[in-house]
């Protein structure tokens, strides 16, 4: 997987609790991204990350937040889980701007809201 | 109506067809075309990626995009059955972003 491990790989949480999911990579990669995974839906992108503290929504950001502070860890948080937040979380990396398509993706987090 | 659109099929083939898996999209600024692979309960992998219009050719794997009808092919020649996985075709319409646009995903399997 590239380098890349994401932990927890399975959550199972209630409504109304904080959850932060971690990606770590080994690749030393410009750009991070977090996707959510959901039948019907393929993968959509949640939120990314330029660089160190440079980040941008996705097309469904709304009840997640981010953080990067260093370039090999990116952060997805969830401030208060609801049940349509039970999905599979991908972490992805890729190099150089330019590039920023050839995406790798982590083995993903299995992540269950009661 | 989604941007991009895929049957999820399963598809269902014997070892040895010759597989062709689509989708349309309708945002005309699309330029990049991908194609990933994934695996069950794995993360996806990059198979192909074109840009423009054209064909692109990797092994059994053949790449095709038509911008004028907004449809991408992936064909798979000669399938065996480690072929069997879910296929993403994924668009963007800048390289720089990162930003992609996936569809729901194939399933396909390849029958011994």
């Known amino acids: 997987d590239a380098g890349i491990t994401q932990s927890p790989r399975h959550k199972v949480t209630e409504t109304g609790t904080p959850v932060t999911l971690r990606c770590h990579q080994t690749e030393n990669h410009r750009y991070m991204y977090w996707y959510r995974q959901d039948p019907g839906h393929g993968l959509r992108l949640i939120h990314y990350s330029y660089g160190v503290k440079d980040t941008d929504k996705g097309e469904v950001s709304d009840g997640y937040s981010v953080s990067r502070s260093k370039t090999e860890d990116f952060l997805l948080t969830l401030e208060s889980a609801t049940s349509s937040q039970t999905s599979v979380y991908f972490c992805a990396i890729s190099g150089t701007s330019g590039r920023a398509l050839e995406q790798f993706f982590g083995p993903g987090t299995r992540l269950t809201v009661l | 109506q989604k941007e991009v659109e895929q049957d999820p099929g399963p598809l269902s083939v014997p070892e040895g067809a010759i597989v062709s898996l689509n989708c349309t999209y309708s945002n005309s600024a699309f330029q990049y075309f991908m194609w990933y692979r994934q695996y069950s309960r794995k993360g996806p992998e990059l198979l192909m990626y074109t840009y423009s219009s054209g064909n692109k050719e990797d092994g059994r794997f053949t790449a095709q995009v038509d911008k004028s009808s907004k449809y991408i092919s992936l064909f798979i020649r000669d399938s065996q059955p480690s072929d069997s996985a879910t296929y993403l075709c994924?668009?963007?319409?800048?390289?720089?972003?990162?930003?992609?646009?996936f569809g729901q995903g194939t399933t396909l399997q390849v029958k011994p």
């Open positions: 994924a668009m963007s319409d800048s390289s720089n972003t990162g930003k992609l646009i």
